[in-house]
């Protein structure tokens, strides 16, 4: 019985001891393996030129453009072009029928006939009485009414003139001209519409060639685009995208305006654009892509040999022993897959750029 149970016990030990044994392989082995050398890919860094463009919201205007109103009260009596056309300065667009205006004229040149009239008869009346003083043949007061009615009939001559003229003005606010060559939209009104002085708004005409487009710039940069101002047209500073079609024509700073918008903090810039083919038209939204004309070395790497963690980020570096190292990064502007990096790093440097998962501080790897 003795001998049964002693057997039995050594049975017991022996099979702890092999599961022990297993065991210790097995973590040798987890050992191993975690001590192996990582396969990866690296890139060595260096600066270059980082060529890279600040993209802008942008408005395309007209460098002129004026909302044609009419001065005077009445009703469209004609209109004298073709919706869209171009017309030149001075051409007349559209004439108004002004009923007082009219009146006011035609009783003012009849007033002006009246007043011709009376300064007939005083020159006569002036010349005969003073024949008549040298026969000393008249009192000297007589004469002197003669001259002072002779007098005040010049002034009233000039009044009426003056009148016609003012009347005449008025009259021609009947007609509205172009103020200057450029291209005219749709009219809003037709022939016989009534219209109000300085309210009803008739036509929009607008310079088409070359065309601007408005941008607001943050405050800091104005210097930049200050200095862009003398840059050729040649360098491409900027070019204005419609979703993803470049303009064909680069853009040439105009005008930044005098000051800040102190509810935005923001300067409004004009880029204008040479339009031949009418492909721009007022009132479009665009982007405007500017580019950095002020290029200096960068170090610049891939997006994914960035790792991310809490917020900060990181690269894998090379060692010469063949291990990896976390090196803090502190990444600036995207550049499609690639990325500019500020600082932490090094020329020369060799980053991980494939299989960064798998490391960690002082893995081994294996290029």
Excluded: W
Excluded at 23 to 47: F, R, S, Y
Excluded at 210 to 237: G, W, Y
């Amino acid at each position: 019985m003795k001998t049964n149970i002693y057997i039995t016990s050594l049975v017991a030990f022996a099979s702890i001891t092999l599961l022990s044994c297993g065991g210790g392989k097995k973590d040798d082995a987890k050992a191993a393996a975690a001590n192996a050398a990582q396969p990866v890919k690296t890139v060595a860094i260096q600066q270059s030129a980082a060529v890279y463009f600040d993209e802008y919201p942008a408005t395309i205007v007209a460098q002129k453009e004026v909302i044609l109103t009419p001065q005077a009260s009445g009703t469209i009596t004609g209109i004298y072009f073709k919706d869209g056309q171009v017309v030149q300065q001075g051409q007349k667009l559209y004439s108004i029928d002004v009923p007082v205006s009219n009146a006011n004229y035609d009783n003012a040149v009849a007033n002006y006939e009246v007043q011709r009239a009376n300064l007939v008869k005083a020159e006569k009346d002036a010349a005969r009485y003073h024949q008549l003083d040298k026969q000393d043949a008249i009192a000297k007061q007589q004469v002197d009414y003669a001259d002072a009615a002779l007098t005040a009939a010049r002034r009233q001559v000039q009044a009426a003139q003056a009148s016609i003229n003012s009347s005449k003005a008025n009259v021609n606010f009947g007609l509205v001209v172009a103020p200057f060559t450029g291209t005219i939209g749709i009219s809003k009104v037709r022939v016989g519409a009534a219209v109000v002085a300085g309210q009803t708004q008739l036509n929009t005409v607008s310079t088409d060639n070359p065309m601007a487009a408005d941008i607001n710039i943050s405050q800091s940069d104005v210097f930049k685009f200050e200095k862009m101002k003398t840059k050729a047209l040649s360098e491409q500073l900027f070019t204005l995208v419609f979703g993803t079609d470049p303009y064909p024509e680069s853009g040439k700073i105009d005008i930044i305006d005098r000051a800040v918008d102190p509810a935005t903090g923001t300067v409004k810039a004009r880029i204008i654009f040479n339009n031949k083919d009418k492909m721009l038209r007022s009132g479009m939204t665009a982007v405007i892509k500017v580019k950095n004309d002020h290029p200096e070395p960068k170090f610049i790497i891939p997006n994914k040999a960035l790792v991310e963690q809490l917020g900060e980020f990181y690269v894998y570096v090379v060692t010469d022993s063949s291990t990896a190292t976390q090196k803090h990064v502190v990444p600036g502007r995207q550049l499609g897959d690639r990325i500019i990096i500020n600082e932490g790093l090094s020329p020369g440097m060799k980053i991980v750029v494939e299989g960064q998962q798998k490391l960690k501080e002082g893995a081994k790897v294996k290029l």
